[in-house]
């Protein structure tokens, strides 16, 4: 997969708690996407980083917060979990000779009870 | 704004015969278009890409799609199916951003069932 790991792979965890989910690369790209995946609606783009500690909200990104302190770890945040966030998230990176094709982790599926 | 329609939730095609995963889309200069392919408990993975020059586009696994600028579609297709084709398909568009990269829209997806 592209030399992509999520942490971790499976979380349940309660409403209202906050939870971090973390995406590594090793392949030093400089792009890094969060998506969340739910029947019906395919992909939909929470946050992406286009650098280290450059970042920017996608069309789902109420209610998380990401950060980027090195290039390879790119960390989503549910502030305060609620149950409408239960969905699997995937995380994706962008080769820079290879745009804008993307490589895809292998997903966290999350419940929130 | 850029978006992407799968118009068929489900295709089910017999093993042996072709198979064709609908695709249309808006964007509003050049098109991006991508083909991922999800099996269970798995990340997508990249199937083939439109960026520019021939219409037919050949991609992994006997795939191809065809691009097709007057019908704003990409439709997938192979000539043959096989049981193991059996998978969940994205079509994808993607358009540059300000800050550099690309911004990609997914289709909400198609299961695609080859039957033995």
């Known amino acids: 997969d592209a030399g992509i790991t999520q942490s971790p792979r499976h979380k349940v965890t309660e409403t209202g708690t906050p939870v971090t989910l973390r995406c590594h690369q090793t392949e030093n790209h400089r792009y890094m996407y969060w998506y969340r995946q739910d029947p019906g609606h395919g992909l939909r783009l929470i946050h992406y980083?286009?650098?280290?500690?450059?970042?920017d909200k996608g069309e789902v990104s109420d209610g998380y917060s990401v950060s980027r302190s090195k290039t390879e770890d790119f960390l989503l945040t549910l502030e305060s979990a609620t149950s409408s966030q239960t969905s699997v998230y995937f995380c994706?990176?962008?080769?820079?000779?290879?745009?804008?094709?993307?490589?895809f982790g292998p997903g966290t599926r999350l419940t929130v009870l | 704004a850029q978006s992407v329609a799968q118009p068929e939730d489900q295709v089910n095609v017999a093993e042996g015969n072709p198979l064709t995963v609908k695709c249309t889309y808006s964007v509003s200069g050049n098109p991006y278009l991508f083909w991922y392919v999800q099996y269970p408990n798995r990340g997508l993975q990249f199937l083939l890409k439109?960026?520019?020059?021939?219409?037919l586009v050949k991609g992994s696994y006997g795939f191809e799609a065809e691009f097709n600028k007057s019908q704003t579609s990409f439709h997938l297709k192979k000539p043959s199916a096989l049981v193991s084709d059996s998978a969940l398909y994205f079509c994808?568009?993607?358009?540059?951003?300000?800050?550099?990269?690309?911004?990609?829209?997914f289709g909400a997806g198609t299961r695609l069932f080859v039957k033995a």
């Open positions: 994808a568009v993607s358009e540059t951003r300000n800050t550099g990269g690309f911004k990609t829209i």
């Open positions: 994706a990176i962008s080769a820079p000779d290879r745009l804008p094709e993307q490589f």
């Open positions: 980083s286009y650098g280290v500690k450059d970042t």
């Open positions: 439109y960026i520019t020059g021939d219409n």
